[in-house]
């Protein structure tokens, strides 16, 4: 079966210019989330969705970053304009129906952004 | 403001030595998870605890819940190579909101 997908993988882009990182969850998986990791801050949620509705988006860093769930099977992360600070890997996770608390969070492999 | 903190935050052993990461917090926490990532990947769960005082075992790996549910331990017994990577706790943000926060992580490096 396949697991949440994300693209790109890699991406170099110049500082202003806007990035759009997306993600695919598991099907009938319910929730999806969106962190952000490096090294001197960890894995830091930004945006929680359930059924496609923005449940908490206090994690995300500024007006420059928005997400979408236009449907239970795709999401985005923009980020515009795009800043060095901002170069991190950004993880989509899903997670099934039900387990609201204690249920599993299956990661995608990320995507190493890089804002010269 | 709920946190998870890990100890220590980098950790270098031997092949066939013991272990043993926290998190804590200063919170109560009705669930914790311990998730292991590796290199290029994303990470993926080990362990769900969610009663205080329970422990769970997985092979070599030994997962603790504080009796007051604000900690847990994770210890592994003779560590080998692939047991190599980060060690990430996480629990349910404060309310029945289904948000889950990640501790900052220990890596932990087994040299063979």
């Known amino acids: 079966d396949a697991g949440v997908i994300q693209s790109p993988r890699h991406e170099v882009t110049e500082m202003g210019q806007e990035v759009t990182l997306r993600c695919k969850p598991i099907s009938g998986h319910n929730s999806l989330f969106w962190y952000r990791q490096t090294m001197m801050r960890g894995l830091e949620l930004l945006i929680y969705f359930n059924n496609n509705v923005p449940i908490d988006d206090s994690g995300m860093p500024e007006d420059r970053f928005s997400a979408k769930m236009p449907n239970a099977s795709f999401s985005t992360l923009k980020i515009q304009p795009s800043e060095p600070r901002d170069s991190a890997v950004y993880f989509c996770?899903?997670?099934?129906?039900?387990?609201?608390?204690?249920?599993?969070?299956?990661f995608g492999e990320g995507s190493r952004l890089t804002v010269l | 403001t709920q946190l998870l903190e890990q100890s220590p935050q980098f950790l270098s052993i031997q092949e066939g030595e013991n272990l043993t990461v926290y998190c804590n917090s200063s919170?109560?926490?009705?669930?914790l998870q311990w998730y292991r990532q590796e290199p290029g990947e994303g990470p993926v769960l080990l362990v769900t605890?969610?009663?205080?005082?329970e422990v769970k075992k997985l092979k070599r790996l030994t997962f603790q819940f504080g009796d007051a549910r604000k900690d847990s331990s994770l210890h592994i017994t003779a560590a080998q190579p692939g047991d190599t990577g980060l060690y990430l706790c996480a629990g349910p943000f404060s309310g029945n909101t289904g948000k889950l926060i990640f501790g900052q992580g220990t890596t932990l490096q087994v040299k063979p």
């Open positions: 919170s109560v926490f009705s669930s």
């Open positions: 605890v969610v009663t205080g005082g």
């Open positions: 996770a899903s997670r099934a129906r039900g387990a609201h608390n204690t249920g599993e969070l299956f």
